[in-house]
């Protein structure tokens, strides 16, 4: 039973692939490029080919402004790193 439910879901997957190829054929020759990209990353996604990646990136940077510099002790506290 599991491998006639695979079976189902293999040919229905690949329907819906060949069906995204003939979009973004058709929308490729229409001109509608953006039409064409959707249909390639829904083929992709289908065939799990595509990955979601996000990244996020802390960018803040906080800086102090001193009238003195820092004493050796401040410096090695704050900048070295013990390996």
Known sequence: MQDAAAAEIQI?????IEEAADIQKRA???GQYSAAIAALIA?????GR???RGEQKNTNVNYVVSDKPMTEEE???QCVTEH
């Open 50 to 52: 595509w990955v979601e």
């Open 75 to 77: 410096w090695a506290a």
């Open 28 to 30: 490729t020759k229409a």
């Open 12 to 16: 229905t997957l690949q329907r819906l």
């Open 43 to 47: 083929k992709a996604k289908l065939a």
